[in-house]
């Protein structure tokens, strides 16, 4: 069992914590909320009445003043955002957060709306003026926000249009994206028992029992779960469909040659990388296949897609629980082991209840990190006292602490991290995790051995299944363009074939696996995301790889690519930083090389 010590500040986490947006606002009744919301929309009215249809005119150091403006109506913005949202988010069910949420996305649509024109104005001007801004010190902390705008210019429409597309999302594609989130968090599951007069019938909690050791027990809880996608398979069948169609009419009315081609751009990756990313795992599937062969030999059974996340162990020696309070305090711990101020940092989060991780009905799936700028990073989760809940706290504070050094250089048009970036810290606080507890672990064979396990796990979902789930999208987004339609079983079809290719004869695929995409929130908020987990997974090998080399003294560079945030090109900042190339196919090789030296070490322990 692992020995921590918490800090006496993290005393009172008996259980798993409810979150303290105070912060933020006090509640929906604050006066504040009505007041900013005013102030807000006043400030954007005035803001344009001053500026609009002058920009050309502007000398650089006014376009920085105007920027600096701009920077803080949007922050306040997120305050206004967030709070509704967060609240949702913890309980799906809050008809008050929800019709909030609706107002201040309307209005905050309103305000975007009034601002569209800046940006505009800026991409319509000559190019040698342009290349004025570009140049000017005034405007050095801008650098990469103006070359974003220059490359974004050939796709951009004119303000009435822009102004349309704003408004109609409230109504269209983003409406549809909030039905699902709306619909799925109604839903009541088949309860299941768990053994121990304990009953499972959240969403996070039959997620836990995929982790139990019983078969029977793991495959009641995958199928409550797909009984519920199997009902609505047809609705959310049609969501993804509509979503599908506004993004192929948005490319089209914007000049790009695809949904791909635009979410690239948006992204910061370039077509050969995401390319080479698709086909370097690819042609490694065998690597998934020989982990679940192996897993198979081992307990005895055909591994069936409800097992892959079964306890290498039997019924009889299962991996202990990990209650909330040792899984903060082991967490702590192994991030004091690699820089005692970033530990200090993430034990912040805890000590000012800025972590939702208590399991209720309700609640949204899954967990996230949720940023606002001036501010600091709320983490969302459902902790279920085991050791992949751990992890997944230990993921989300990585965007947690990655979002604090951001916030300590950055300013707001700056803030956002491209997506590869953004999963690196992520990645590299599980892999710390990891490490500290197999050195914690020496003697407890069967927590070692699902430890090691649960790390080549983990890495097979990020490299093949986030993969497979951007091939899916490639097949949707597609099909779209070539055809304009698709309905419901069309998706399941393709699902299923995805699946069998990585899967082959290793993994037994189960009826209710054809439901499974329904679940991928990302395929519907945001297409082609997934990959991006991919890619960041073998970036985040590639540095914790040098880490593990050089020791301490990749901790400099890895905090200054860390506070970067979106002030600079991402693979640029790689190579400077911490000398990781993501253009270099090797990087790509290597990383699934380093899986394949996992696989080949367990291999060698059975």
Not at 242 to 265: F, N, P, V
Request: net charge negative; hydrophobic share 35%; glycine share 6%.
């Amino acid at each position: 069992m692992v020995q921590t010590s918490p800090s006496p500040a993290l005393a009172q986490l008996d259980s798993p914590q409810e979150w303290d947006l105070s912060d933020l606002y006090q509640g929906f009744d604050d006066p504040q909320l009505a007041l900013d919301l005013e102030l807000l929309q006043q400030t954007a009215a005035e803001f344009r009445q001053t500026y609009r249809g002058k920009v050309g005119e502007l000398a650089p150091a006014e376009v920085a003043n105007c920027l600096q403006q701009l920077e803080a109506i949007n922050q306040k913005a997120g305050y206004l955002y967030a709070f509704p949202s967060l609240v949702f988010s913890a309980d799906t069910r809050n008809t008050e957060a929800k019709q909030f949420l609706d107002k201040v996305m309307e209005a905050l649509t309103g305000i975007e709306n009034q601002l569209l024109f800046f940006d505009l104005e800026l991409q319509q001007l000559e190019v040698e003026k342009f290349g004025e801004l570009q140049a000017s010190p005034a405007l050095h902390n801008y650098t990469h926000y103006l070359h974003r705008i220059a490359e974004f210019r050939p796709h951009r429409l004119s303000e009435e249009v822009e102004q349309t597309r704003n408004q109609d999302s409230l109504t269209g594609r983003q409406a549809f994206i909030q039905l699902r989130s709306v619909h799925l968090g109604e839903q009541e599951y088949e309860p299941v028992s768990a053994g121990s007069g304990k009953t499972a019938s959240t969403e996070a909690e039959l997620g836990a029992l995929l982790f139990h050791p019983s078969p029977e027990v793991r495959c009641e809880a995958y199928c409550s779960l797909r009984q519920v996608l199997r009902q609505h398979n047809s609705l959310y069948g049609f969501i993804l469909n509509t979503i599908a169609q506004d993004h192929r009419m948005e490319s089209q009315l914007r000049g790009y040659t695809s949904t791909l081609h635009k979410q690239l751009m948006a992204d910061e990756v370039s077509e050969p990388v995401f390319r080479a990313i698709m086909e370097g795992t690819g042609s490694r599937f065998d690597l998934f296949q020989r982990y679940y062969r192996l897993k198979g030999e081992a307990l005895g059974q055909q591994i069936r897609i409800c097992d892959i996340y079964a306890p290498w162990t039997s019924a009889g020696e299962p991996v202990p629980p990990i209650n909330y309070k040792t899984g903060v305090g082991t967490l702590l711990s192994a991030l004091e082991q690699f820089d005692i101020n970033y530990a200090r940092r993430a034990e912040e989060f805890f000590v000012k209840n800025w972590v939702d991780a208590k399991v209720r009905p309700g609640k949204r799936g899954g967990a996230f990190c949720s940023y606002t700028h001036g501010k600091h990073s709320y983490l969302l989760l459902s902790y279920t006292d085991d050791y992949s809940s751990l992890f997944t706290l230990a993921h989300e504070m990585g965007h947690g602490l990655h979002f604090a050094s951001i916030g300590d250089r950055q300013t707001y048009f700056n803030s956002s991290p491209p997506m590869v970036l953004a999963e690196i810290a992520s990645t590299f606080n599980e892999l710390l995790l990891l490490d500290f507890l197999l050195k914690q672990s020496v003697g407890d064979k069967t927590l070692s051995k699902s430890l090691l396990t649960r790390q080549l796990e983990d890495q097979l979902n990020l490299l093949f299944r986030q993969s497979t789930i951007s091939r899916l999208e490639l097949a949707i987004h597609e099909r779209a363009a070539r055809e304009g339609s698709f309905d419901h079983k069309w998706v399941n079809e393709q699902w299923v074939e995805l699946y069998r290719q990585l899967c082959g004869d290793a993994v037994e695929l189960l009826p209710e696996h054809q439901y499974d995409w329904a679940r991928i929130a990302h395929i519907f908020f945001k297409p082609f995301y997934c990959y991006q987990y991919t890619a960041s997974t073998i970036v985040s090998l590639a540095c914790y790889q040098k880490y593990l080399e050089i020791g301490k003294d990749f901790l400099p560079g890895y905090l200054e690519l860390l506070a970067a945030g979106g002030c600079e090109n991402q693979v640029e900042a790689l190579r400077r930083y911490v000398g990781v190339d993501i253009e270099n196919p090797d990087t790509i090789r290597d990383a699934l090389g380093y899986v394949e030296g996992l696989l080949d070490q367990l291999q060698a322990a059975l």
